[in-house]
């Protein structure tokens, strides 16, 4: 496994170009399956996630064709098939989104349920629920789901939670249903809106309204294209690696209305930030001031910025208090943070961080994306050395970090773990 090693105490300065949004890009990868059409699909990020659900796509029967750039084409390859792989499932959670969609195409689908990560148990109950709402047959045995349906039936569902998720697998599902399906208490985060304008172009009719989003059903759904909307939280983390440096970093495609409540936020703790149309700058000259976070459904603040927000706040003046209320379990990176010499208490659901003067460089690990992205962050700030192993979890969400960070001064490298 590869660990990137960063000398931390340069301010970083300059302009970082943001990739396309991870979490918009896997699930416009499932609708493509809605289709027998050619998809083509821009500002798709080369990270190793995608990587995963091309994979999966392409077990499923599609043939997917890199144009160079961010650009993929995704075709019909053999016939659909019903059946998604193990390893595939297990690798990423995501691609549990291709259940509404062979569902509605097949009338059939057999996925493995997804494992659990460092974050939570991550359950599908939603996905399940709404389907079985819908018609489908749910069965599970040894942990895989079988769910067959005639054709899926038009119906009102209310989520218990607004899982963005169980969102879009019923969104897609319900593109080919019969009549309309109601989804009450909807996630409307941006990658979920994203993905509503992809089908919209390929002819679903859906209709957005305040606590609900509208879909009613047609025969076929037509091929597409359709560019990605950028990754704001790529783009929150390279603003606050400008803020825990005390640099200077322009983000640039970076959407301020995707980022309201950590522009807030950064604002709060005393980090000054300029917001064109194009992008976002970050500077920062003295010390921070420490802010109290509320994991929320957007817009509140994105539980997958809480992780890099903690670290920002290590070196803030004062205490800070982060609550996550998204995921059980999502402070892994705390005891790791700590032994760069943070100071934080972990209570429950909460985490408690007072500011230290400096942190120090030493060996860590990562258990998530957004946990690697935290300790890369402290890295950048700390004396010396840090060394953080398996960074392959940090390049399932992150393009190119290495280059980027360096391209704004960073001094960083990636090094191939040496098979002993
Ligand atoms: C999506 O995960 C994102 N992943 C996550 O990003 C993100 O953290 C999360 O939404 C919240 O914004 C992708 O889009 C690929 P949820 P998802 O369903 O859909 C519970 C990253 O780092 N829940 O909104 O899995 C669940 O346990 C990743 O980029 C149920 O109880 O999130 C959690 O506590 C991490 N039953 C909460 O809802 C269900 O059926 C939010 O989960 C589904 C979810």
């Known amino acids: 496994m590869d660990r990137l090693v960063i000398t931390g105490g340069r301010r970083l ?14 699930p416009a990868f499932a609708a493509s399956l809605l289709t027998d059409k050619p998809v083509l699909l821009h500002r798709i990020p080369a990270i190793s996630d995608v990587t995963t659900m091309t994979a999966m796509i392409t077990a499923l029967g599609k043939r997917v064709e890199v144009l160079g ?54 359950p599908v109950d939603l996905h399940l629920q709404g389907l079985q709402r819908m018609g489908a047959e749910i069965e599970e045995r040894q942990g895989i789901i079988h769910a067959t349906a005639q054709r899926l039936q038009g119906r009102s569902i209310y989520l218990n939670y607004p899982s963005v998720g169980a969102t879009e697998n019923l969104i897609m599902a319900a593109t080919l249903a019969v009549e309309e399906t109601s989804i009450r208490n909807p996630a409307k985060e941006p990658e979920v809106l994203d993905l509503i304008a992809m089908l919209q172009k390929m002819g679903a009719q859906i209709e957005l309204c305040d606590q609900e989003i509208r879909v009613t059903g047609v025969r ?11 990754d704001r939280i790529e783009a929150g983390t390279y603003l606050l690696a400008g803020g825990i440096t005390r640099g200077t970093v322009e983000v640039k495609g970076a959407i301020a209305n995707h980022l ?4 807030s936020k950064l604002q709060e703790a005393g980090v000054k930030l300029q917001i064109k149309d ?17 994991t929320m459904p957007y817009p509140g603040f994105p539980t997958d910025l809480q992780a890099p927000m903690a670290a920002f706040l290590t070196l803030a003046r004062g205490t800070s208090m982060i609550n996550e209320t998204v995921f059980e379990r999502r402070f892994a990176y ?12 972990t209570i429950g659901q909460r985490i408690n961080i007072t500011g230290v003067k400096r942190l120090h460089g030493t060996k860590v690990r990562t258990p998530d994306i957004r946990a ?34 360096a391209a704004l001064g960073a001094q960083i490298e990636r090094r191939e773990e040496v098979c002993r």
């Open 278 to 294: 194009e992008s976002i700058t970050a500077f920062s000259e003295g010390c921070s001031e420490a802010v109290n976070i509320v």
């Open 13 to 26: 300065i300059g302009q970082v170009s943001v990739q396309g949004a991870k979490n918009a890009a896997l």
């Open 334 to 345: 705390v005891v790791e943070l700590v032994r760069l010499g943070a100071d934080i208490q």
């Open 372 to 405: 690697g992205a935290a300790l890369v962050l402290a890295g950048l700030a700390a004396d010396g050395e840090t060394e953080i192993e398996d960074a392959s979890q940090i390049d399932r969400g992150y393009t190119d970090i290495v280059n980027k960070l």
């Open 260 to 263: 309201t409540a950590l522009i």
């Open 220 to 230: 076929e759904l037509t091929g597409v294209e359709h560019e990605i909307i950028p």
């Open 69 to 122: 750039e961010g650009t993929v084409r995704i075709e019909n390859g053999d016939s659909l098939q019903r059946e998604a792989p193990y390893e595939l499932v297990r690798r990423m959670r995501a691609s549990f989104f291709v259940i509404g969609p062979l569902l509605a195409r097949l009338g059939e689908a057999i996925v493995p349920l997804p494992g659990g990560c460092t974050i939570g148990s991550r």
